[in-house]
Protein backbone atom coordinates (compact mmCIF):
# COMPACT_ATOMS: atom_id res chain seq x y z
CA UNK A 1 0.00 0.00 0.00
CA UNK A 2 1.14 3.57 -1.01
CA UNK A 3 2.54 5.08 2.35
CA UNK A 4 3.64 8.54 2.80
CA UNK A 5 7.50 9.04 3.96
CA UNK A 6 7.56 11.55 5.88
CA UNK A 7 5.38 13.52 8.56
CA UNK A 8 4.19 16.35 7.02
CA UNK A 9 5.88 19.09 9.01
CA UNK A 10 3.85 22.09 10.60
CA UNK A 11 5.11 24.50 8.25
CA UNK A 12 4.18 22.62 5.47
CA UNK A 13 0.13 21.59 7.35
CA UNK A 14 0.09 25.48 8.60
CA UNK A 15 1.08 26.99 4.76
CA UNK A 16 -1.90 24.52 3.95
CA UNK A 17 -4.17 25.80 6.38
CA UNK A 18 -3.51 29.81 4.86
CA UNK A 19 -6.68 29.70 2.60
CA UNK A 20 -8.80 28.26 5.48
CA UNK A 21 -10.04 31.71 7.27
CA UNK A 22 -13.46 33.40 8.30
CA UNK A 23 -14.85 36.15 6.29
CA UNK A 24 -16.72 39.38 8.39
CA UNK A 25 -20.21 39.15 7.72
CA UNK A 26 -22.27 41.62 5.87
CA UNK A 27 -23.50 44.52 7.34
CA UNK A 28 -25.07 47.65 6.29
CA UNK A 29 -26.74 50.55 8.45
CA UNK A 30 -30.36 50.31 9.69
CA UNK A 31 -31.85 53.20 7.67
CA UNK A 32 -34.30 53.29 10.63
CA UNK A 33 -32.03 52.73 14.16
CA UNK A 34 -28.62 53.11 12.57
CA UNK A 35 -27.24 49.84 14.43
CA UNK A 36 -25.51 47.43 11.69
CA UNK A 37 -27.39 44.66 10.57
CA UNK A 38 -27.52 42.12 7.94
CA UNK A 39 -28.58 43.59 4.42
CA UNK A 40 -32.07 41.94 3.04
CA UNK A 41 -33.25 40.96 6.52
CA UNK A 42 -35.19 43.27 9.38
CA UNK A 43 -33.54 45.08 12.02
CA UNK A 44 -33.47 43.25 14.73
CA UNK A 45 -32.74 46.25 17.12
CA UNK A 46 -35.56 48.56 16.18
CA UNK A 47 -37.66 45.75 14.17
CA UNK A 48 -38.44 47.53 10.97
CA UNK A 49 -37.72 45.94 7.42
CA UNK A 50 -38.40 49.19 4.74
CA UNK A 51 -39.99 51.23 7.56
CA UNK A 52 -42.79 49.65 8.08
CA UNK A 53 -42.53 45.71 9.22
CA UNK A 54 -42.46 45.92 12.57
CA UNK A 55 -41.32 43.01 14.60
CA UNK A 56 -42.31 42.73 18.65
CA UNK A 57 -38.91 44.00 20.15
CA UNK A 58 -38.95 43.49 23.82
CA UNK A 59 -38.02 46.61 25.50
CA UNK A 60 -35.64 46.60 28.86
CA UNK B 1 -31.36 13.62 -12.66
CA UNK B 2 -33.89 15.98 -11.46
CA UNK B 3 -34.52 17.76 -14.99
CA UNK B 4 -38.36 19.61 -14.47
CA UNK B 5 -39.06 18.50 -11.16
CA UNK B 6 -40.38 21.28 -9.39
CA UNK B 7 -40.75 21.78 -5.95
CA UNK B 8 -39.09 21.55 -2.55
CA UNK B 9 -38.83 18.28 -0.52
CA UNK B 10 -37.68 19.69 2.67
CA UNK B 11 -36.76 16.50 4.26
CA UNK B 12 -40.18 15.07 4.27
CA UNK B 13 -42.23 12.42 2.62
CA UNK B 14 -45.15 13.28 0.64
CA UNK B 15 -47.24 12.67 3.63
CA UNK B 16 -45.27 14.65 6.06
CA UNK B 17 -45.04 17.32 3.93
CA UNK B 18 -48.65 17.78 3.18
CA UNK B 19 -49.74 17.47 6.36
CA UNK B 20 -47.36 19.90 7.42
CA UNK B 21 -48.60 22.48 4.51
CA UNK B 22 -51.95 21.89 5.25
CA UNK B 23 -51.41 22.77 9.05
CA UNK B 24 -48.90 25.97 7.83
CA UNK B 25 -51.99 26.89 5.62
CA UNK B 26 -54.96 26.54 8.44
CA UNK B 27 -52.82 28.64 10.66
CA UNK B 28 -51.63 31.05 8.35
CA UNK B 29 -54.94 31.75 6.82
CA UNK B 30 -56.44 31.97 10.50
CA UNK B 31 -53.24 34.55 11.92
CA UNK B 32 -52.50 35.92 8.80
CA UNK B 33 -49.28 36.27 9.25
CA UNK B 34 -46.67 33.42 10.37
CA UNK B 35 -43.20 33.12 11.19
CA UNK B 36 -41.65 29.81 9.80
CA UNK B 37 -37.76 29.00 7.90
CA UNK B 38 -36.85 30.78 4.47
CA UNK B 39 -37.42 27.16 2.97
CA UNK B 40 -40.74 26.78 4.09
CA UNK B 41 -42.06 30.12 3.79
CA UNK B 42 -41.47 30.03 -0.17
CA UNK B 43 -42.98 27.36 -0.55
CA UNK B 44 -45.90 28.32 1.42
CA UNK B 45 -46.31 31.68 -0.80
CA UNK B 46 -46.77 29.07 -3.81
CA UNK B 47 -49.83 27.38 -2.08
CA UNK B 48 -51.12 30.64 -0.78
CA UNK B 49 -51.75 32.07 -3.80
CA UNK B 50 -53.25 28.61 -5.54
CA UNK B 51 -56.22 29.13 -2.60
CA UNK B 52 -56.70 32.53 -2.41
CA UNK B 53 -57.37 31.80 -6.71
CA UNK B 54 -59.93 28.91 -5.39
CA UNK B 55 -61.33 31.56 -2.95
CA UNK B 56 -61.68 34.26 -5.70
CA UNK B 57 -63.50 31.65 -7.67
CA UNK B 58 -66.16 31.05 -4.96
CA UNK B 59 -67.93 28.24 -6.33
CA UNK B 60 -68.84 24.69 -4.67
CA UNK B 61 -66.21 23.09 -6.64
CA UNK B 62 -63.65 25.20 -5.62
CA UNK B 63 -64.44 25.07 -2.02
CA UNK B 64 -64.54 21.68 -1.59
CA UNK B 65 -60.73 21.82 -3.39
CA UNK B 66 -59.79 24.14 -0.56
CA UNK B 67 -61.68 21.92 2.15
CA UNK B 68 -59.14 19.19 1.07
CA UNK B 69 -55.92 21.50 2.52
CA UNK B 70 -57.94 24.14 5.14
CA UNK B 71 -58.65 21.88 8.06
CA UNK B 72 -60.43 24.51 9.97
CA UNK B 73 -64.49 25.22 8.70
CA UNK B 74 -64.33 28.08 10.50
CA UNK B 75 -61.19 29.35 8.48
CA UNK B 76 -62.27 28.01 5.31
CA UNK B 77 -65.42 30.38 5.93
CA UNK B 78 -62.96 33.33 6.29
CA UNK B 79 -60.88 32.32 3.62
CA UNK B 80 -63.48 32.92 1.19
CA UNK B 81 -65.61 35.37 2.30
CA UNK B 82 -63.65 37.79 3.47
CA UNK B 83 -59.43 36.70 2.46
CA UNK B 84 -60.55 36.34 -1.38
CA UNK B 85 -62.67 39.56 -1.31
CA UNK B 86 -59.98 41.63 -0.17
CA UNK B 87 -57.44 40.55 -2.85
CA UNK B 88 -60.04 41.64 -5.63
CA UNK B 89 -57.58 44.59 -7.15
CA UNK B 90 -54.72 42.24 -6.97
CA UNK B 91 -54.31 39.44 -9.53
CA UNK B 92 -51.52 37.75 -7.89
CA UNK B 93 -48.55 37.97 -4.85
CA UNK B 94 -51.03 37.91 -2.16
CA UNK B 95 -48.07 37.42 0.33
CA UNK B 96 -45.00 39.38 1.59
CA UNK B 97 -42.02 37.40 3.29
CA UNK B 98 -39.91 39.39 5.35
CA UNK B 99 -36.18 37.77 6.33
CA UNK B 100 -36.03 38.22 10.13
CA UNK B 101 -32.47 36.19 11.05
CA UNK B 102 -31.51 33.31 12.84
CA UNK B 103 -33.55 30.95 14.78
CA UNK B 104 -31.62 30.18 18.50
CA UNK B 105 -32.38 26.53 18.55
CA UNK B 106 -30.35 25.39 14.84
CA UNK B 107 -29.68 28.63 13.28
CA UNK B 108 -32.15 27.95 10.52
CA UNK B 109 -32.57 31.18 8.99
CA UNK B 110 -36.39 32.84 9.49
CA UNK B 111 -38.84 34.84 7.87
CA UNK B 112 -42.01 35.48 8.44
CA UNK B 113 -44.54 35.48 5.79
CA UNK B 114 -48.06 37.83 5.79
CA UNK B 115 -50.68 38.45 3.74
CA UNK B 116 -50.49 42.04 2.03
CA UNK B 117 -52.77 44.75 3.13
CA UNK B 118 -55.93 45.68 0.80
CA UNK B 119 -55.32 46.83 -2.41
CA UNK B 120 -57.62 50.28 -2.34
CA UNK B 121 -58.26 52.66 -4.80
CA UNK B 122 -55.57 55.30 -3.28
CA UNK B 123 -53.08 52.97 -3.94
CA UNK B 124 -54.28 52.43 -7.38
CA UNK B 125 -53.80 56.48 -7.81
CA UNK B 126 -50.47 56.81 -6.05
CA UNK B 127 -49.14 53.97 -8.33
CA UNK B 128 -50.66 55.86 -11.58
CA UNK B 129 -49.01 59.40 -10.45
CA UNK B 130 -45.80 57.24 -10.08
CA UNK B 131 -45.47 56.34 -13.32
CA UNK B 132 -46.51 59.58 -14.76
CA UNK B 133 -43.43 60.84 -12.66
CA UNK B 134 -41.24 58.86 -14.18
CA UNK B 135 -42.16 59.62 -17.70
CA UNK B 136 -41.47 63.05 -16.74
CA UNK B 137 -37.89 62.54 -15.33
CA UNK B 138 -37.25 60.91 -18.87
CA UNK B 139 -38.42 63.15 -21.09
CA UNK B 140 -36.44 65.89 -19.12
CA UNK B 141 -32.96 63.98 -19.07
CA UNK B 142 -33.25 63.82 -22.95
CA UNK B 143 -33.79 67.52 -23.30
CA UNK B 144 -30.72 67.50 -20.75
CA UNK B 145 -28.57 65.36 -22.75
CA UNK B 146 -28.76 66.76 -25.69
CA UNK B 147 -27.95 70.34 -24.35
CA UNK B 148 -24.51 68.24 -22.98
CA UNK B 149 -24.09 67.08 -26.23
CA UNK B 150 -23.24 70.86 -27.10
CA UNK B 151 -21.19 71.15 -24.39
CA UNK B 152 -19.22 68.08 -24.75
CA UNK B 153 -16.35 70.23 -26.71
CA UNK B 154 -16.09 72.51 -23.69
CA UNK B 155 -16.16 69.65 -21.26
CA UNK B 156 -12.95 67.79 -22.74
CA UNK B 157 -11.18 70.69 -21.97
CA UNK B 158 -12.54 70.84 -18.43
CA UNK B 159 -11.86 67.42 -17.81
CA UNK B 160 -8.23 67.94 -18.57
CA UNK B 161 -8.56 70.75 -15.75
CA UNK B 162 -9.89 67.91 -13.49
CA UNK B 163 -7.27 65.61 -14.18
CA UNK B 164 -4.66 68.18 -13.39
CA UNK B 165 -6.38 68.90 -9.95
CA UNK B 166 -7.15 65.03 -9.07
CA UNK B 167 -3.21 64.60 -9.57
CA UNK B 168 -2.42 67.58 -7.43
CA UNK B 169 -5.18 66.79 -4.61
CA UNK B 170 -3.68 63.36 -4.54
CA UNK B 171 0.23 64.34 -4.06
CA UNK B 172 -1.24 66.79 -1.18
CA UNK B 173 -3.21 64.09 0.37
CA UNK B 174 -0.52 61.81 -0.04
CA UNK B 175 1.90 64.43 1.97
CA UNK B 176 -0.63 64.68 4.32
CA UNK B 177 -0.44 60.92 5.11
CA UNK B 178 3.30 60.61 5.63
CA UNK B 179 2.99 64.43 8.10
CA UNK B 180 0.44 62.40 10.16
CA UNK B 181 2.60 59.01 10.23
CA UNK B 182 5.34 61.29 11.16
CA UNK B 183 3.29 62.73 14.07
CA UNK B 184 1.88 59.11 15.07
CA UNK B 185 5.71 57.86 14.93
CA UNK B 186 7.25 60.53 17.26
CA UNK B 187 5.12 60.61 20.51
CA UNK B 188 6.54 56.59 20.95
CA UNK B 189 9.57 58.27 20.80
Known sequence: MA???????KSRRDKRRTHKKLSAPALVPC?????????HRACFYCGTYKGEEVIKIKEE | MRHRKAGKKLNRTSSHRRLMFR???TSFFDSEKIETTDAKAKVLKKE????ITLGKKGDLHSRRIAAKMIRDKEVLKKLFDDIAKRFKNRISG???IVKLGWRQGDGAPTSLIELLPDL?????????TKKEDKTKEKTTKKKKETVSKAKTDKKSVKKEKKVK????EESKSEKEENLQEKKRV????
Open chain 2, 94 to 96: YTR
Open chain 2, 48 to 51: VDKL
Open chain 2, 23 to 25: NML
Open chain 2, 120 to 128: GEEKKEKKV
Open chain 1, 3 to 9: VPKRKKS
Open chain 2, 165 to 168: AKKV
Open chain 1, 31 to 39: PQCNELKPP
Open chain 2, 186 to 189: KPKN
